[in-house]
Each structure stands twice: as structure tokens, then as C-alpha cells.
């Protein structure tokens, strides 16, 4: 019998209205937001409910949607015993997976993100950085590129055929022409605010480990896999250093993807606003069962 992992998305899933209808429809989801908010000192109903501009600052984006897929968690538990075997994230998203697999409190993890979306905000000073995808080409082919290149490095690893560069905007703008050339199909500029997973938010990874210092774990009920090295990780040990370094390092979102794979796991329930990791999922295995959770007629499809 296969397996399942739990997966949650990461910034730039963040829409408005994200999460109403289950604040709506489950006391569960319901207590998740009124929590987080209190915790907070914000309202996290409006950021999340309401077309707003603070919804898109990193500094409100990161809490505001680990609080939305962690409500949308809750509310499914509430109403299913769901089994699962892994859990997993992209990026901001490794932070619902270890919630998820028991290690983290909710409260703990949207108190941590909070503080994590303001010290990467504040990393860099805004449009110094930038980010953008690479759309057809191999991850060979995008590093022999860059070799030649500097102030920008591969932040993402999707899926086949595309690729996240990151670094200064300059380099990043002036990367575009030359990975054209090499084959690329597209290179797609990201609305993000920061140069994210690039050596430039290393100060931040220092100063998040302060953050993450008191925060208790506890025993995993299940494994969850890194972005750092897409490894099953059993035990609390080290994960607090691996968190710290997943801000300036590469997300191997694709290469975790495979490792569930080769581990038995063939059904991935995408838990969070959008389908992207859905669609990552697709091309990295294509006989995999998909399910994805952001509406709440969607947990019909959990039966």
C-alpha cells in the first residue's frame, strides 16, 4: 500500500479571502485565526480575508499564510482522522510540515514566521534584491550559466524545467539575456520584495536562530523532509541549525519531492491557497496521486 505526504505551499500562495470560508465553516480553523491574531497583536482576519496591501510585505505575508494552512489543517483533522506518512514544505511552507508532524506548536510556528518574515524583510533594503524563474532549462544547464556570472545563484529547484535564480537585481535583470541565449524559454521577474535563499539573507539566518533558540520541540510523529538536502529528518536534533540555514540556502523542493517517492510515498494532499505544488508534483512524478485543500468544498475530495 503507497504512502502520503502532507505538503504546504510557500510565499507568493498568499491571496486575498485565503481561509474564510473555513474560519466559517470550522471551529477548529475559526480558534487558529482568533489565536494567531491574539498572539500577534494584529487582525489577522482582515490580512487574510480582506484585499489589503500588507498581505504581499513579507513581514505579514509569512504569518498570515502559515496561519491559513495551519488552520485549514486543523479544521481537516476536526472533521477526518487523516493518516499520513510525511510531511513536507517549500520554503516558508517547511514551517506548516513541522507543525503538521507534531515537532512545533501552532502558536510557536506562527510566532517564529512572524519574526522570520520581518528579519528577511529588513535583510536587504528593498530594491536591491530581486528573483526570477527560469522556465526550460536544467538545473546543469542554468549553474553553467551562472558560472560566468556574478551576484546570482539558483534559490529554487521546482520541478524539471524550472529553476529560481536569486541575488542582486542587477544581476539578476542582466542574467536573463544570456540564459535566453543558453535555451531558456522564459525568465520570469517574481513579485517578491527580497532576494530570498541567496547568500544575502545570511544575517538573517543568524539573527533567526535567536528566535528559534527557546522555542521547544518536541518528538516528530512522523518524518518531514528539509529544503536544504531533501532528507527524512526523524529526530529534533540539528533542525533548529537547518531552519537557520534554509533562509540563505536552495530550496530542493524538486529533489524532496523524488526522495518521498523513492520512500513509498505515491499521494500528495497540498494543504494552502493555490495548486502550485500540485503542478510541481505532476512534472517531478507524473503517476502520483494529487489532492489539493483551499477551498472548503475541497475536503469532499479527502473521502
Request: charged share 25%; glycine share 8%.
Amino acid at each position: 500500500m503507497g504512502k502520503t505526504a502532507l505538503i504546504f505551499p510557500g510565499q507568493g500562495a498568499q491571496r486575498a479571502g485565503m481561509g474564510r470560508d473555513f474560519y466559517e465553516s470550522s471551529e477548529a480553523a475559526k480558534s487558529v485565526y482568533d489565536r494567531a491574531g491574539e498572539l500577534l497583536g494584529m487582525d489577522m482576519k482582515s490580512l487574510c480575508f480582506e484585499p489589503n496591501e500588507l498581505l504581499d510585505q513579507t513581514e505579514y505575508t509569512q504569518a498570515a499564510l502559515v496561519t491559513t494552512c495551519l488552520a485549514m489543517l486543523e479544521a481537516i483533522k476536526e472533521r477526518k482522522n487523516i493518516r499520513f506518512d510525511a510531511a513536507a514544505g517549500l520554503s516558508l511552507g517547511e514551517y506548516c510540515a513541522l507543525a503538521a508532524a507534531g515537532a512545533m506548536s501552532i502558536e510557536d510556528a506562527v510566532c517564529v514566521v512572524r519574526r522570520r518574515g520581518i528579519l528577511m524583510q529588513e535583510a536587504v533594503p528593498a530594491g536591491i534584491g530581486a528573483m526570477s524563474a527560469v522556465i526550460g532549462m536544467t538545473a546543469e544547464e542554468v549553474r553553467a550559466v551562472l558560472r560566468d556570472l556574478k551576484g546570482v545563484e539558483i534559490a529554487n529547484y521546482n520541478c524539471p524545467g524550472q529553476i529560481v535564480i536569486s541575488g542582486y537585481r542587477e544581476a539578476v535583470e542582466a542574467a536573463a539575456a544570456p540564459l535566453k541565449e543558453a535555451g531558456a524559454r522564459r525568465v520570469l521577474p517574481l513579485k517578491v520584495s527580497g532576494p530570498f535563499h541567496s547568500w544575502l539573507l545570511e544575517e538573517a539566518g543568524s539573527e533567526l536562530y535567536k528566535v528559534l533558540e527557546p522555542v521547544e520541540l518536541k518528538a516528530l510523529s512522523v518524518p518531514y523532509l528539509t529544503n536544504v538536502d531533501a532528507n527524512y529528518v526523524k529526530e529534533t536534533d540539528g533542525i533548529k541549525e537547518s531552519l537557520v540555514k534554509q533562509i540563505s540556502s536552495p530550496v530542493l523542493w524538486q529533489q524532496s519531492v523524488e526522495t518521498m517517492a523513492e520512500n513509498g510515498v505515491d499521494t500528495f494532499i497540498e494543504i494552502g491557497p493555490g495548486k502550485t505544488l500540485t503542478s510541481f508534483v505532476k512534472k517531478i512524478c507524473k503517476d502520483a496521486v494529487t489532492v489539493n485543500i483551499e477551498k472548503w468544498e475541497d475536503m469532499e475530495k479527502l473521502a
